[in-house]
């Protein structure tokens, strides 16, 4: 892999724009020459993570570990955004964008901690917020979208406590709000599932940790990663990972990015670690649950098109490249 670390005074959050990091919360692109443009205003406030929108016009700016959010367009605040104080401190603000039919919506859980909820970004109009929702006891974090904003993952946990991974077809779920509350699909292993990440549209790489709440049905070994088929609902093809192994971030269907302690390529067919730099710290993260020290879970943005991984440092990114080997 290739490694660039781009200097960057009184950083906050990151997240990628096209070949760029910006900084939303404070304001600044950071381009991967070095240079530096100020975008737009510095939020005078401890933000600490930031999603972007698919075409780069609208930014979600919150407190990883709080439950305070702004709402920007263009860097420009439209309006605040919050969700529940319960167990906010332990798990990761549940946010993603998702755009249908040229509308994009903030997906959140701005009523209850365990309700999703589909927010119109430019009305405000939460358009999931309709009677007789009845949501499952879930809390929902580590929210992905798939690449043509067809599905939606959940990153989550339940008490007591155990990592689960639930998928939701964003279509549908608009349609019937009520599919949001409990999910039809999961990979229901009998072992948690600690980790995903979409490897394309109808498939996605799971790994699983070293509990087990099924001893006498465990349908997939311990600390091993595997492919689940959304569209069959079956999990083929799992092997255990030469090393340990936390967020999971695919690269294609061969490769795939693991950031626990530091940044490594895994080989998803053999389980090989490919690549590695263990002179970059990537956090300790392997679950959605991460308590309150946030010098262990350093911010990392992942760039889907360039497969790049951007990863903050003290006033520094650290920007890391795949060879061509694995693209």
């Given at each position: 892999m290739e490694r660039k670390t781009i200097t960057a005074g009184f950083l906050k959050t990151i997240c990628w724009l096209n070949d760029a990091i910006v900084d939303w919360a404070g304001g600044v692109l950071y381009s991967l020459d070095g240079k530096k443009k100020q975008l737009g205003q510095y939020y005078a406030f401890n933000f600490d993570d930031s999603i972007v929108s698919s075409d780069g016009q609208y930014t979600f700016i919150n407190q990883k570990l709080g439950t305070k959010?702004?709402?920007?367009?263009?860097?420009?605040?439209?309006?605040?955004?919050?969700?529940?104080?319960?167990?906010?401190?332990?798990?990761?603000?549940?946010?993603?964008?998702v755009t249908i039919k040229g509308t994009t919506y903030l997906i959140h859980c701005p009523l209850a901690y365990n309700r999703l909820d589909f927010e119109n970004v430019e009305t405000g109009e939460l358009v999931t917020d309709i009677s007789d929702r009845n949501p499952s006891d879930v809390f929902h974090s580590r929210l992905e979208i798939n690449t043509t904003n067809t599905f939606l993952i959940s990153k989550g946990w339940v008490?007591?406590?155990?990592?689960?991974?639930?998928?939701?077809?964003?279509?549908?779920?608009?349609?019937?709000?009520?599919?949001?509350?409990?999910?039809?699909?999961?990979?229901?292993?009998?072992?948690?599932v600690c980790t995903a990440s979409f490897v394309d549209d109808s498939k996605i790489?799971?790994?699983?940790?070293?509990?087990t709440f099924d001893e006498d049905n465990p349908n997939l070994p311990l600390?091993?990663?595997?492919?689940?088929?959304?569209?069959?609902?079956e999990v083929a093809s799992p092997v255990k990972v030469k090393g340990e192994f936390g967020n999971l971030y695919s690269i294609n269907d061969k490769f795939a990015w693991d950031t626990f302690k530091f940044p490594k390529i895994i080989n998803i067919k053999t389980g090989e670690i490919m690549d590695e730099d263990e002179s970059v710290f990537s956090g300790e993260q392997n679950s959605s649950i991460i308590g309150n020290d946030?010098?262990?879970?350093?911010?990392?943005?992942?760039?889907?098109?360039?497969?790049?991984?951007?990863?903050?440092?003290?006033?520094?990114?650290?920007?890391?490249?795949?060879?061509?080997?694995?693209?």
């Open positions: 959010g702004l709402l920007l367009k263009r860097g420009e605040l439209m309006r605040e955004i919050n969700r529940s104080h319960y167990c906010a401190n332990a798990y990761e603000y549940p946010a993603a964008f008490w007591h406590p155990l990592n689960v991974v639930e998928v939701f077809n964003v279509i549908d779920c608009i349609k019937n709000p009520l599919l949001l509350d409990n999910s039809t699909l999961t990979p229901n292993m009998g072992v948690e790489l799971i790994g699983t940790s070293d509990e600390r091993h990663i595997a492919i689940w088929d959304i569209g069959s609902n946030t010098l262990k879970f350093p911010q990392i943005a992942f760039n889907r098109q360039t497969k790049q991984l951007a990863i903050k440092g003290q006033e520094k990114i650290e920007i890391l490249t795949p060879s061509k080997l694995f693209l």
